[in-house]
């Protein structure tokens, strides 16, 4: 990796660190969960280096031992305890290493937080992330479902990533190429699930800023407030606010966000969708095919607002499962799956889970 530059985003944390890590038992993952459901994991670990697992590689009492890789628990949802090793990503630090003209490169721990990491930027002069503001979780799960919000994704924001590999027990660096990103996906849930740890992301922020207001919400937002040539203070503001609207907060609901992706469906479909349903909520993509809202579909199919048991529907934003305290995992997967089965019966399309199901 390239040396320090930007002293001013220069922040604590090295890759390399070598200290002895604490391995402990039985530790209660409720805390570790924006679902706020009950969990428990046999075995927990915090890793703050590639060291850090080098060194669980080689403990013997681990051998054999399935792991599972947290950030902040805002994508994920356990339905039942984790027989295996649960390794918390707490790898600090945020640098600039350089820039190539065009953009530059700030390498950021995939420990610390994707909000606060958004805000140090813009603080720092460098914008470029504001309409990705508030998304919850850390900055090592951004690439795993290519984190996108209000016109964004963060494959446009993205230079390369380090990753240890579990297989060949080393660090590695991957280009956009190698992330294979698409909407909501990547690599790492298929090739790469389970075999790499990320690190550290090194982002690439465009020396020539222009804003990205072609979202509707964004777009209305700022004309609502009277602002005509928006900052990226102005769009994060914006986006803040929009999300602090319709968005539940998960230290006070616990939610992960929304939990189904939009789905994406040919022309034809789309066509005969439309004539049995002409509000249909769609959006049009390259190559001629259409995202449907999958908010809209499971409002269209009366579940808006349901409750069932301890779980729910969120009132203002069906796309959003919630948990109306003291829900179970498995009371929430129920739900889901009853979302899934309504809106395939009512429009014959199947609704994919967003967030990691455990
Ligand atoms: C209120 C709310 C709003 C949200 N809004 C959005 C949104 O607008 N757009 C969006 O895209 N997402 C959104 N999300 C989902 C979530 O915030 C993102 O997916 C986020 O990137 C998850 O980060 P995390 O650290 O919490 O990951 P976790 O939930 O801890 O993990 C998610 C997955 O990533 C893997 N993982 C985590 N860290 C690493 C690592 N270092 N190396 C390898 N694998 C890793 C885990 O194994 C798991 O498979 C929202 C969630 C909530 C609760």
Redesign the pocket.
Known sequence: MCEPRGKRLRRGGSYNRRVPIELEENVALRAL??FGVDARARYFARVRSAADLAMLEDDPRLRGVPR?????????LFTRDVDGLVVK?D?PGMREVGDDGRAWFVEVG?GEN?HATVQRLLDADRPGLEN?A?????A???P??????YGLELAERFHALA?WDVEARDVVTMSPADCNFGY?DSA?KSTFAGR????SVTLALPKRWTPVTGYADVANELKARGIAAPTARDIFDAVCAI?RRK????AAIG????FFKNPIVTREQHHALLAHHPSLVSYPMPGGRFKLAAGWLIDAAGLKGATRGRAGVYEKQAL?LVNRGGATGAEILALAREVQDKVREKFGVLLEP???IV
């Open positions: 969960n924006a599972l890789i947290l950030g902040g628990g805002s994508n994920i990503v790898v995939a994707w990705l508030l998304i919850p979780g850390q090592g799960a951004a795993i479902q290519n984190i996108g919000a990753a909501r790492f790499r740890v990320i690190l999300r968005l539940p907060d998960p939610n992960a966000g929304s959003v967003e967030p990691v």
